[in-house]
Structure formats: structure tokens, C-alpha cells
């Protein structure tokens, strides 16, 4: 196995471990009380890395694109989805228990899996628009983020500047995330052991949306 793969399967097995500080923590409502505007986008840059299912769903959308004007409109897409439910949920404080709404982007993932993998086409449903899929999902995905937001105590001060703050971390967390997510991607595509390298980690995508699913839903009924 070459270098680049062996990076390359590392990265998608880690992910999940890199995500253990997704959510709302005690440190992060600190940074928030004592700093200002730059908080809230350290936090927001912050939650967006440690985002295991956003980056799943994310490197399984780059993963069935090849050109970078390609990856360059549906990442548009989603961001902009995400960033209505973002501001716009948190804006008029509309939320819901986190664990469904992290459970419906853990399907994302395994949508997007199945998507890779063929699957609409092997059981003969047409497979649905995936420019319209991933701004659906970009929206679903904005909620969530919108539900961690929420989870913290913003108080009343600029409270739409909060936000945007917040949102723009998220941003710019998502670039950071993304450029080594294209870069192993698009690297891996000049392997020999590409298709079976893009099999198996699109194979890991269905797996770990599975198990996100049932462990959100694990929590939803016993929280």
C-alpha cells in the first residue's frame, strides 16, 4: 500500500475520532462568556472540525464529483443551504431535540454512501437530483449547527451579530476541512487502487451513517 493511500484510509477512520468534541462543552460556553465576536467564530470554525457527520457527508459529495467547478457549485449549495437554517432558525430561536435532527444528517451520510456505491441503480430507482439533494441536506445540516448554537447561553447583547459570527466560523472551519478532504480525494484518483479504495470508503460512509443513526437515537430515547 503507497503512502497516499494508507493517508488516505487514516483520514476517513479518524474523522469520527477527531468528532468526540462535536457538541456544546463547558470550555467552549467559557470562551463565549469571556471573549467577544472572534469567540464566536473560534467556536464556530471549531464546531465545524470536530463535525464528523458534516465532514462524512461532505467528503461523500466530493467523492462523486471530478471537476473542481463541479465540487465548487455543490459545495456553494450546501453552504448556502446551511447557512439559512443557521442564521434563520437561531434568528427566530426555532429548534428541536438535537439527537433527531443529528440522527436525519447521520442518514445523510448513508445517502450519500448508497449514492456512491451505486445503490439507486442496482435496486432500479432513478437516483434523485443531486444538486437539489445536497441543498436539502445543506438546510437539514444548517439546523443542526443552529441547534448547538442555541444550546449555548448568547445572552441579549448583539444577538444577530452572535450569530453571523458564529456562522462565518463555521465557514471558515469548513474550508480548512475541506481542503485536505479534495486534496487526499483527488490525490487518491491517480492510484491504481483507486476504485477499490473509493468501494471501501464509500462502504465506511453507509457503516458510519448506520451507526451515527442508532447511536443518536439511542440518546434521544434514553436522555
Known sequence: MTRESKLFVLFFILIPALGMA???????????????????????????????????????????????????????????GHCVTLIGATYLEITANEHLVDAVIALSVLYKGIENLGGFKKAGIPSPNLLLMVLIFGLIHGFGLSTRLQSFDMGNNQFLLKILSFNIGVELGQILALVPIVFLITRSRHLKSYDSFYKAANVYLVIAGIGLFLYQLYHYFTS
Open 22 to 80: 462535536h457538541g456544546v462543552s463547558s470550555t467552549d460556553q467559557a470562551t463565549l462568556d469571556n471573549g467577544d465576536l472572534w469567540s464566536y467564530i473560534y467556536v464556530g470554525a471549531k464546531h465545524m472540525l470536530t463535525g464528523y457527520d458534516h465532514l462524512l457527508f461532505l467528503a461523500g459529495v466530493v467523492f462523486y464529483l471530478k471537476g473542481f467547478k463541479d465540487i465548487l457549485k455543490f459545495i456553494t449549495v450546501f453552504t448556502i
